[in-house]
């Protein structure tokens, strides 16, 4: 006869109070921390941390554990102590770029105890007297220095995490290209412990040497005319991006954009990507976004890839041929199919991967192209329009409109 499992047994085998305390730790070491991390700390039989984190605190009764490697098997490895008094260190707020989100997710909230300390943007933020709800946050620690790109707008504040002592020229060296040269940046090294430096510098004149892998940036852009700037509006122009012109022009880009209308955190498609154009407006409307263009040619893959660290869409994953590409892959919640719908089996494969609810977008500009339009809306509803966009070109001496294809497309909703 099979056990019955009570709801009293469940609760009965979890701990009666947090097991698991996750200790924020600044420069300052033990020196820093309240009576109650140093309890915590004290009573813990087991330490985890990484080798600075152990330096930091020195000596403690527990057993000291630096972090395994790789970093992954460390979740594992703290599950296993569940029920000992086990502390885990942090850099300042766990939850800020820190641990906390990967403890949270595979342990319950009340059997963790959590004592943070300020966070390094909240340091940052003090010594250069600028309001945290004012400013751009990134974290580069561990990611490619183009986050910063978006945030790159005239007379932002922007607050970034470097990843080691090479990032700040980097991003000096970054900025300087995009034509923001006379940019502020302001280097903060072992913010709020005893070595804390500050520096401050113009972009193209950087020439700080000897920086300490931990620092965080301060950066006030300041941007001209002619600085690289990205416009906030859908639709970039053409040159924005690297392409063999096989690419969806800015103002149909800008309609169909409008016609797939992203939201945040949702994945997008982008069938027959070309040049990436749409999936990299797509990431940039909300940083959750992602999207995954699937391009056959290697070369215009290679050129997707540039496109998306030049112009801010580092969410967008590059993959081969579509349909074959679809197997297995996360449901979209939207699919543009910019490319290839004549295909045989294209659009059945995209149609059944989508998400109900969500919407598919397609452009054609040839009679085959328009022809599968039309048996597709019959079939499936939705709506066509067709648009038609000219533009001003010298006709000899003189000036005169030059019609553009025009790009018949449709929208439709899966139910």
């Known amino acids: 006869m099979a056990a019955v499992l009570r709801e009293s047994d469940v609760l009965s085998s979890r701990p009666a109070e947090p097991w698991l305390s996750l200790v924020g730790l600044g420069e300052d070491g033990s020196a820093g921390l309240s009576r109650e991390a140093l309890t915590v700390l004290n009573e813990a039989e087991i330490v985890f941390g990484g080798d600075r984190h152990i330096a930091l605190v020195g000596k403690v009764p527990g057993e000291l554990r630096p972090w395994p490697q790789p970093f992954r098997n460390a979740l594992p490895q703290i599950l296993k102590e569940r029920g000992r008094k086990v502390c ?65 707008q005239p007379e932002a504040r922007i607050l970034a995490l470097s990843w080691d002592e090479t990032t700040p020229r980097a991003v000096a060296e ?105 999936a990299v407006e797509w990431c940039q409307r909300h940083v959750r976004n992602r999207a995954v263009a699937f391009e056959a040619k290697p070369e215009r893959a290679e050129r997707i890839k540039r496109n998306k660290l030049e112009l801010g869409g580092l969410s967008v994953e590059v993959v081969g ?30 149609w059944a991967a989508l998400k109900p609810g969500g919407r598919l977008v397609a452009n054609v500009v040839t009679i085959e192209g328009e022809a599968k339009l039309a048996a597709l809306h019959a079939e499936h509803g939705g709506s066509l329009r067709r648009i038609s966009i000219d533009r001003l070109a010298p006709v000899g001496g003189k000036h005169g409109w030059r019609p553009a294809m025009p790009v018949t497309q449709w929208r439709v909703e899966k139910p």
């Open 88 to 152: 885990v260190l942090a850099t300042s707020d766990p939850f800020h770029y820190g641990i906390g989100n990967s403890l949270s997710r595979a342990i319950p909230a009340e059997e963790m105890r959590i004592i943070p300390q300020l966070s390094s943007f909240s340091m940052a933020c003090a010594r250069m007297r600028w309001p945290q709800e004012e400013c751009a946050l990134v974290s580069l620690h561990g990611r490619t220095l183009y986050r910063i790109v978006p945030h790159l």
């Open 174 to 278: 970054l900025m300087t290209a995009r034509g923001m040269g006379a940019s502020r940046i302001v280097v903060m090294e072992s913010l709020g412990g005893p070595q804390e430096r500050i520096r401050e510098t113009r972009a193209d004149a950087f020439a700080l040497d000897n920086v300490v892998p931990l620092n965080l940036i301060a950066i006030e852009v300041a941007a001209t005319h002619d600085s690289r700037i990205l416009p906030l509006a859908p639709g970039l122009d053409e040159e924005w991006f690297a392409h063999d012109g096989q690419i969806t022009k800015s103002e149909i880009r800008a309609i169909t954009l409008s016609a797939l209308a992203p939201r945040g955190g949702e994945l997008l498609w982008d069938v027959g990507a070309g040049s990436g154009s749409v």
């Open 321 to 350: 041929e579509a349909p074959a590409g679809f197997v297995g892959r996360e449901a979209p919640d939207a699919v543009f199919i910019g490319g290839g719908l004549t295909e045989e089996g294209l659009f059945d494969a995209a």
